[in-house]
Antibody, heavy 122, light 107 residues
Framework: QVQLQQSGPGLVKPSQTLSLTCVISGDSVSSNSAAWAWIRQSPSRGLECLGRTFYRSQWYNDYAVFVESRITFIPDTSKNQFSLQLNSVTPEDTAVYYC????????????WGQGTMVVVSS | DIQMTQSPSSLSASVGDRVTITCRASQTISNYLNWYQQKPGKAPKLLIYATSNLQSGVPSRFSGSGSGTDFTLTISSLQREDFATYSCQQSYNTPLTFGGGTKVEIK
């Protein structure tokens, strides 16, 4: 049974870096049949996929254009986890953040983390 | 980016009703359309992938259809546990995008 467990702070100050981690159990971050995504949800913008990291003989990231100048995904095979870093946050980055598995056969997000409410405020 | 538009944004229905939710893509996405159910305070749950394939464990009263730009999620006989928000998502190309959601409420 695949599970994703998220961790990270719920409050970040403006201009600082939002950092979240997603630990994978029951699958591998370097699986050739999955990609690992960060998705956020806010009342104003709904569900937004920030991008994915995945391994296909080498590591790839595909970042959403609206955050690509500020975002980094970091896979860690030794801990079987992947992390999100979002720099220079503003109050518009306030949202619930989810990690999720994008399963290659279904091409859908079939496993989700529990979600982390992140508030950007001084 | 591919825009996903759902209708209606909300609806009221009774237990036992047949419910239909529509999702339209701004360009053709073949059959790369997924549906999710979300309850308050919880992560979305995958219901249907690739337009019409039921995810394991999902009741058969849920079904999906469509192709190209127009897609439908149908609940054949609404149950109490189905009151939730439903969202579509295209996996045709990046950025992967979601519809705005349809909230199904109790009449």
């Amino acid at each position: 049974q695949v599970q994703l467990q998220q961790s990270g702070p719920g409050l970040v100050k403006p201009s600082q870096t939002l950092s979240l981690t997603c630990v994978i159990s029951g699958d591998s971050v370097s699986s050739n049949s999955a990609a690992w995504a960060w998705i956020r949800q806010s009342p104003s913008r709904g569900l937004e996929c920030l991008g994915r990291t995945f391994y296909r003989s080498q590591w790839y990231n595909d970042y959403a254009v609206f955050v690509e100048s500020r975002i980094t995904f970091i896979p860690d095979t030794s801990k079987n986890q992947f992390s999100l870093q979002l720099n220079s946050v503003t109050p518009e980055d306030t949202a619930v953040y989810y990690c999720a598995r994008d399963e290659a056969t279904a091409m859908a997000f079939d496993i989700w983390g529990q979600g982390t409410m992140v508030v950007v405020s001084s | 980016d591919i825009q996903m538009t759902q209708s209606p944004s909300s609806l009221s229905a009774s237990v036992g009703d047949r419910v239909t939710i529509t999702c339209r893509a701004s360009q053709t996405i073949s059959n790369y359309l997924n549906w999710y159910q979300q309850k308050p305070g919880k992560a979305p749950k995958l219901l249907i992938y690739a337009t019409s394939n039921l995810q394991s464990g999902v009741p058969s009263r849920f079904s999906g259809s469509g192709s190209g730009t127009d897609f439908t999620l149908t609940i054949s006989s609404l149950q109490r546990e189905d009151f939730a928000t439903y969202s579509c998502q295209q996996s045709y190309n990046t950025p992967l995008t979601f519809g705005g959601g349809t909230k199904v409420e109790i009449k």
